[in-house]
C-alpha cells in the first residue's frame, strides 16, 4: 500500500464511507482499492508487499552505487 491524496470522491473499501478528494489515504495498487488512513479501516485487510522489495533489485543498486 501507498500513501497518496486522492484525486477524486470514492468509497472507502474498508468502511464504505466516502473519501472526499484531496484526503489522505492509503491505496492499495495490487487490489486497486482505496481506504482512509486509519486502522478502524485497514481490520482485516491482507497488506501486499510492493513490487520494489526485491533482493535483486537491492543488489543491483549496490553494485551501481559500487558498494
Request: some cysteine; overall charge negative; hydrophobic content about 35%.
Amino acid at each position: 500500500m501507498i500513501t497518496i491524496l486522492s484525486k477524486f470522491k470514492s468509497k472507502c473499501a474498508g468502511c464504505g464511507e466516502v473519501i472526499h478528494k484531496g484526503t489522505v489515504i492509503l491505496y492499495d495498487r495490487i487490489e486497486k482499492k482505496a481506504y482512509h488512513d486509519n486502522v478502524e479501516c485497514l481490520k482485516g485487510v491482507e497488506h501486499h508487499a510492493p513490487d520494489y522489495f526485491d533482493m535483486a533489485y537491492e543488489d543491483d543498486c549496490a553494485r551501481m552505487c559500487g558498494l
